[in-house]
T-cell receptor, first 111, second 115 residues
């Protein structure tokens, strides 16, 4: 079992729709969770971080965390073609210096 | 504000040649520093991290090495490159400590093609 798992996609959604990206992790001691967006050929850029169970909203983005289910998700409302990218889920391992990344989900927003 | 730079941005190297990628961070002191590799269509693989000058932790046994000669400088090296070393190399930093709230930030990346 991978430490951080994501569906590789591609996930295709029409412009204006909600895109839902999911991530599961195996280490119950994980404390903080991050979503990064990576455009083709570029380095990852931080979208959101979340540390507590529940929802966290920032503009069109909402991160959801459920530690009991070891599940974190990212919702993108009013999806735009410019949101087309690979979305990486990352987990910070408690008591270490390590960030473990999933393989990413490729999102395509169709105009 | 803090910035991170890495270079070169792109390089093509023959098999068996040496490698040196350099990364520097500005605007902070004693950062935690990281090297990740991303092979084509793959996720980010943690290669090395450092919590201080001269302190290097290796995550994957391979023909790569890392050094931290100065507080905000992190270097990735190889004496003899393999074809499998091709990929996108990313340097990253975070504020010092194991505080789970610290975010990791990436440099622009270096594309390495071994031929």
């Amino acid at each position: 079992q991978k430490e951080v798992e994501q569906n590789s996609g591609p996930l295709s959604v029409p412009e204006g729709a909600i895109a839902s990206l999911n991530c599961t992790y195996s280490d119950r001691g994980s404390q903080s969770f991050f979503w990064y967006r990576q455009y083709s050929g570029k380095s990852p850029e931080l979208i959101m971080s979340i540390y507590s169970n529940g929802d966290k909203e920032d503009g069109r983005f909402t991160a959801q965390l459920n530690k009991a289910s070891q599940y974190v998700s990212l919702l993108i409302r009013d999806s735009q073609p410019s949101d087309s990218a690979t979305y990486l889920c990352a987990v910070f391992r408690a008591g270490t210096y390590k960030y473990i990344f999933g393989t990413g989900t490729r999102l395509k927003v169709l105009a | 504000s803090q910035t991170i730079h890495q270079w070169p941005a792109t390089l093509v190297q023959p098999v068996g040649s040496p490698l040196s990628l350099e990364c520097t961070v500005e605007g902070t002191s004693n950062p935690n520093l990281y090297w990740y590799r991303q092979a084509a269509g793959r996720g980010l693989q943690l290669l090395f991290y450092s919590v201080g000058i001269g302190q290097i932790s290796s995550e994957v046994p391979q023909n790569l090495s890392a050094s931290r000669p100065q507080d905000r400088q992190f270097i990735l090296s190889s004496k003899k490159l393999l074809l499998s070393d091709s990929g996108f190399y990313l340097c990253a930093w975070r504020k010092a400590g194991t505080d789970s709230g610290n975010t990791i930030y990436f440099g622009e990346g270096s594309w390495l093609t071994v031929v």
